[in-house]
């Protein structure tokens, strides 16, 4: 099994800044992508930004310039850093990761959401 553990959101004015975390662990051979994902009400899960195992990020046109997605791949743990938020930005945001286990499955694993909300 392989398990997402989240922290870092939480209320913020317009203007601030939050960071968040994943951390990945169980039966990891080695991870692939790692990501964040956002979902407002009443709206589609839609990819905020993701790293791939070389470092090189994906970033979405909304949050070009604002958020830095980093990982650290010792710890098996992606990091988000949200500056300049906005109250659009108001959504439970999701950890993503996709890999191989130590059992030779491929893995796609969802964290359980963690808030952000953005008061103007």
């Known amino acids: 099994q392989v398990q997402l553990v989240e922290s870092g959101g939480g209320l913020v004015q317009a203007g601030g800044s939050l960071r968040l975390s994943c951390a990945a662990s169980?039966?990891?051979?080695?991870?692939?992508?790692m990501g964040w994902y956002h979902q407002a009400p009443g709206k589609q899960r839609e990819l905020v930004a993701a790293?791939?195992?070389?470092?090189?990020?994906n970033y979405a046109d909304s949050v070009k310039g604002r958020f830095t997605i980093s990982r650290d791949t010792a710890k098996n743990t992606v990091y988000l850093q949200m500056n300049s938020l906005k109250p659009e930005d108001t959504a439970s945001y999701y950890c993503?990761?996709?890999?191989?286990?130590?059992?030779?499955?491929?893995?796609?694993?969802w964290g359980q959401g963690t808030l952000v909300t953005v008061s103007s």
């Open positions: 993503y990761t996709e890999g191989v286990s130590t059992r030779g499955k491929y893995f796609e694993v």
């Open positions: 169980g039966i990891i051979f080695s991870i692939n992508t």
């Open positions: 790293i791939a195992s070389d470092g090189s990020p």
